[in-house]
C-alpha cells in the first residue's frame, strides 16, 4: 500500500501564503503523476495543480501565477501558495499515481486531506 501524509495548511490572512506538503511513503515501485486537488464545502473536488515523473506541471486557471507546485524527488511534492484569497479556502488533498510493483497495475492513492482557511 501508498501512504499519503500531508501538512502545511491552516489559517492565514488575504494575501498571505501557506507552503503545503505531501510525503509518500508504503511499497512503493514507481510514482507517475502527484497532484493537489481541494474541495470547498457544497462543491465538487478540483485539480488544483499536478507535476508529472518528468516535472512537467500544470494548474488551474484559477490559481495560475499564485501557486508553484515543485517535486523534489519521486515521493514528495509541495504547493507554495501565495496571494491566497477567501475562495482559496478548501480541504487540500494529495494524489499520486503510483504502483507497487513492477508487474501491479497504477492506482490513484490519496492523502487524509488539510485544511486551508483564508480569513480575516
Known amino acids: 500500500q501508498v501512504q499519503l501524509v500531508e501538512s502545511g495548511g491552516g489559517l492565514v490572512q488575504p494575501g498571505g501564503s501557506l507552503r503545503l506538503s505531501c510525503a509518500a511513503s508504503g511499497s512503493i515501485f514507481s510514482i507517475s503523476t502527484m497532484a493537489w486537488y481541494r474541495q470547498a464545502p457544497g462543491n465538487q473536488r478540483e485539480l488544483v495543480a499536478a507535476v508529472s515523473s518528468s516535472r512537467a506541471t500544470n494548474y488551474a486557471d484559477s490559481v495560475k501565477g499564485r501557486f508553484t507546485l515543485s517535486r523534489d524527488n519521486a515521493k514528495n511534492t509541495y504547493l507554495q501558495m501565495n496571494s491566497l484569497q477567501p475562495e482559496d479556502t478548501a480541504v487540500y488533498y494529495c494524489?499520486?499515481?503510483?504502483?507497487?510493483?513492477?508487474?501491479?497495475?497504477?492506482?490513484?492513492?490519496w492523502g487524509q486531506g488539510t485544511q486551508v482557511t483564508v480569513s480575516s
Open positions: 494524489k499520486a499515481v503510483a504502483k507497487t510493483g513492477a508487474q501491479s497495475v497504477w492506482r490513484e492513492y
